[in-house]
């Protein structure tokens, strides 16, 4: 069927099996897609789903030439609302949308292993935002434009971290830089309840955790009690 926007008013409707059928004043009669139906499009392109005048309207799937496949809200032929694509490259998205574009709060998977769950705003990371990288880092904090932007916090896998202010992806204004160290432990007299030493260390602490040794001991570095 072919979208015809129409420019003056039906004198009747009739509603047939997904199918609305318009006859004019002249007699003409002209089929509109309306309701619940399936339609191959000439390049190729697969719905399911609902229709309202012509246009896709309401809940339905949409299988792209490509193998791309969309199933969830419309509006007006746009994807709209709520519902998840899986691209052809293996990239997968669920959230809201608007306009064809991802927009609000949703959730991407990436064929590479990257994982970002937060706000999309004309279909870009935009707000506040988590993203998983595949070696294990982590960044919670705000996003523009798909970049890192003013304030967040980068747990990088090795144990680092960084709190602080962002701009374009790269760390820039107030922060700071926390080195991961791996604690040592070592065992301590039994007879000793809490013991803390500043001649090992600057910071560091070592102490019994247990009543007379009972329940081992540890070192490293911590804050002294």
């Known amino acids: 069927h072919t979208k015809q926007k129409l420019g003056y008013e039906p ?3 009739a509603f047939n099996s997904g199918v609305k059928t318009i006859v004019t004043k002249e007699g003409a009669i002209i089929s509109m897609m309306h309701g619940r139906g ?6 190729g392109d697969f719905y399911e789903g609902d229709y309202v005048d012509n ?15 969309y199933s969830g809200g419309w509006e007006h032929d746009y994807r709209h609302g709520f519902g998840n694509i899986s691209f052809a490259n293996g990239d997968k998205y669920e959230g809201q949308w608007r306009a064809n574009k991802r927009h609000g709060r949703g959730k991407t998977t990436y064929r590479d292993g990257h994982v970002f769950e937060g706000f999309f705003r004309d279909d870009r990371r935009c707000g506040y935002g988590i993203m998983k990288y595949p070696n294990g880092d982590v960044y919670a904090g705000h996003w523009k434009s798909n970049m890192k932007n003013r304030f967040g916090v980068f747990k990088y896998a090795n144990g680092d ?28 007299p039994p007879t000793s309840t809490l013991y803390t030493s500043k001649d090992i260390a600057p910071g560091y602490l070592t102490a019994n955790l247990g009543r007379e040794g009972s329940e081992g001991y540890f070192s490293g570095m911590g804050v002294d009690q």
């Open 38 to 43: 399936k339609y191959r499009y000439p390049g």
């Open 161 to 188: 971290v960084y709190i602080g202010d962002f701009k374009y992806n790269k760390r820039h204004g107030h922060g700071k830089f926390v080195k991961y160290y791996e604690p040592t432990y070592q065992l301590l």
């Open 11 to 13: 004198d009747h409707l």
């Open 55 to 69: 246009k896709r309207h309401g809940y339905g799937t949409y299988i792209y030439l490509n193998k791309d496949t």
